[in-house]
């Protein structure tokens, strides 16, 4: 195994993971909510009126943030190696996956986790490793 010194960011990997956690912990103390995004989405859908001005912010943030991010650095040029038809299907799997899971990376990996929730560790390592076990099945046993 070989590193790709020219895309290794660990600054800049680090500097996004704090400000992640610092978003999830002032959400948490400010708001007394997870800031997991398939909850915040799926609370969204739901059409309950009560909360659903601060759900459409946060997914409007989510999705405004690139583009402002576009008007102080260039363009990312992201290499996938999929299909469009492949990226719908595991985008389909990963939403069913996010309800039976009761949660997604966001909520479990990085809320619950911070929170010592048990349920959250076993979430995080269970998908964890269905990634793994998938990225191994995909590059060296059906390739």
Known sequence: MTIDWTHFT????????????IAAALFVLLNGRIAGISGI????????REDAS???????GLLVAPSLWLLVAPAVHPRIDASTGM?????????????YGSGCT???GV????????????ATLVFMGAGFVTVYFARHVLA
């Open 87 to 99: 990226l719908l299907v595991a985008g389909l799997v990963v939403g069913i996956g996010t309800s």
């Open 54 to 60: 601060w759900r459409a912010a946060f997914i409007a």
């Open 106 to 108: 966001s909520g479990h």
């Open 41 to 48: 989405l799926g609370g969204l859908l739901n059409g309950r």
């Open 10 to 21: 660990p600054w800049t990997s680090l500097a996004g993971g704090v400000l992640i956690g």
């Open 111 to 122: 809320c619950g986790l911070s929170r010592l929730s048990p349920r959250s560790l076993v």
